[in-house]
C-alpha cells in the first residue's frame, strides 16, 4: 500500500523547496495524519526517523 512517502532524518531528506519552513511542513503532515489523509511511522533512532505515506482517503 505504500504510494508515495517523505523519510526525514534532521531535516536533510525532506527539506522544503523555499516555500515553507520545516516547521510548517511538519505542522501540516502531523494535521493530514489527524484527518486520515497520511499514516506516520516513526522509528526510536538516533537521529530520529518518520515516513509519511498516504492512505487511500481523498481529500474532500
Do not use: D, K, W
Amino acid at each position: 500500500m505504500p504510494q508515495s512517502y517523505i523519510a526525514s532524518r534532521t531535516g536533510r531528506s525532506c527539506r522544503p523547496s523555499g516555500r515553507i519552513s520545516v516547521h510548517t511542513l511538519i505542522n501540516r503532515l502531523r494535521l493530514f495524519e489527524q484527518r486520515g489523509i497520511v499514516t506516520r511511522t516513526a522509528f526510536a533512532e538516533i537521529p530520529p526517523r518518520e515516513i509519511y505515506e498516504l492512505t487511500r482517503q481523498r481529500i474532500p
